[in-house]
């Protein structure tokens, strides 16, 4: 049995998904820091794909070797690490950490704050979460006469740990799979502008990412030019079936048919891929730069590795991504803030109220248009992000931070000692010791 105090990682750690590729690296950064007895039990995320670990794979078998059947442990831990939305955060060890990517809106549910509440310590990966999570309050109301007794805000400490990048996968490369190469050769544009990011529910305009904006946006923008550049987009719904694909390419055609004219080509990459493969799309000589007009991040993984390949990056100048996205290196759009519709988000999560960022339309177009047309001055700044958010957001220093939290904020647990009995010796049951009795005298 170890001597170190016993962590449990409640987390979606086998799960392709946002939260998954965090909870890895929660997960490896642990390991690394070796300061705990580190078991997992992993959860599912949706109806994503649990088959992210690759027991053969060296970066992934740590974690592999630590996952646990059942939650059954022999004792309870020291710590426990909760990595969910924090309405679901559960208090089972000795010290309680609640691990979540939190919102993309100027509100968050009430239930998470209650959630919040309930852990010793909360880590967010943005200053944009943290501020929201400490802004949020509402008003305690009697339960019989509806007046207000108090306030509900978050009273637990709150730390920021970015996402770090695994510097060893994420990079620059030449190199590109033969599947990568060939789907490429379908392209005939020489410029694509790269989408990267989940299509949710929503009507045009209200689905978190805007994404069916950003398809409109580009073909109103190019439409009818002589030479056009296309837009890629590594996408998909809930899940990454057949249906799914079908779903994603009938929308994208819907929008197709409200924009009139000769348009520019969209292409479609739907399905599961690695994060070896994603970073040879990021640098794929194609793709020239990296397109979003997302409504919010709570961080925004995708953007950060695509800043990793030195080429310009496209977004709002609001929410998580603004940790890493510098306003001197990036080309951050202007907006709006507006209305989050009910539609956007599922009925426990959409809070009445909330509002998120919309980019000007019309600044977009102008944006894309010239970072197409006058390429090369935006390169060098592109180039100057990458090789800063390289070591400034790596895995590596994302570590170091997160030692230094656990640091300031766990207790020292006392060490269970070891009892060392007197050794009894044993007695010769077949020789009982002889009783001499006194003889008795009769009366």
């Not at 190019?222 to 719904?237: E, I, R």
């Not at 004219?261 to 000589?285: A, K, R, V």
């Not at 990458?386 to 904020?409: E, Y």
């Not at 077949?430 to 009795?437: E, F, V």
Request: neutral net charge; proline residues 6%.
């Amino acid at each position: 049995m170890s001597d170190k105090p016993l962590c449990l990682v409640t987390a979606p750690v086998a799960t392709r998904s946002g939260y998954g590729s965090h909870s890895r690296d929660i997960c490896r950064s642990l390991i690394k820091l070796d300061r705990f007895d580190v078991k997992i039990w992993p959860v599912r995320w949706g109806n994503t794909p649990m088959n992210a670990l690759d027991p053969n794979d060296e970066n992934d078998k740590p974690i592999v070797d630590r996952l646990l059947d059942a939650p059954d442990l022999p004792k309870q831990p020291e710590v426990h690490i909760h990595i969910v939305i924090p309405n679901e955060f559960s208090t089972v060890g000795k010290y309680n950490i609640g691990i979540t990517a939190g919102v993309e809106t100027t509100v968050c549910p009430s239930d998470w704050i209650q959630g919040m509440n309930r852990m010793d310590l909360n880590i967010v990966p943005s200053n944009f979460v943290k501020e929201v999570m400490l802004s949020t309050k509402f008003d305690s109301l009697n339960d019989q006469t509806q007046e207000k007794i108090g306030e509900l805000s978050v009273e637990k400490p709150i730390e920021v740990l970015f996402e770090g990048v695994d510097s060893t996968i994420f990079k620059k490369t030449k190199e590109f799979s033969k599947e990568l190469v060939d789907e490429f050769e379908k392209i005939e544009e020489k410029f694509c502008f790269l989408y990267v990011g989940h299509w949710l529910q929503g009507g045009l305009g209200v689905d978190r990412k805007d994404t069916g904006m950003l398809i409109k946006v580009f073909l109103e923008t190019f439409k009818n030019k002589p030479v056009k550049p296309a837009l890629v987009m590594k996408t998909s719904g809930a899940t990454l079936s057949v249906l799914d694909r079908e779903d994603i390419l009938e929308k994208i055609q819907h929008i197709k048919n409200s924009v009139k004219g000769d348009l520019p080509s969209i292409y479609l990459l739907h399905g599961d891929f690695t994060d070896i493969e994603m970073n040879e799309l990021y640098n794929h000589p194609k793709v020239k730069a990296h397109v979003t007009l997302t409504h919010g991040e709570g961080f925004g993984r995708p953007l950060l590795e695509a800043t990793i390949s030195e080429k310009p990056v496209i977004a709002p100048g609001w929410s998580g991504h603004c940790d890493f996205l510098h306003p001197d290196q990036a080309i951050l759009l202007g907006g709006s803030m507006s209305r989050v519709e009910k539609d956007s988000f599922q009925e426990n999560i959409w809070v009445d109220g909330a509002e998120w960022f919309t980019a000007n339309y019309m600044e977009a177009s102008n944006t894309i248009k010239d970072v197409y047309v006058n390429y090369k001055k935006y390169t060098l700044s592109a180039k100057k992000l990458g090789i800063v958010n390289k070591g400034k957001f790596s895995l590596d220093t994302m570590t170091k931070k997160f030692g230094k939290i656990l640091d300031d904020n766990v207790p020292e647990f006392p060490k269970e000692v070891e009892l060392n009995l007197p050794k009894l010796k044993k007695t010769n049951e077949n020789k009982a010791p002889k009783i001499k009795l006194p003889k008795l005298k009769r009366v």
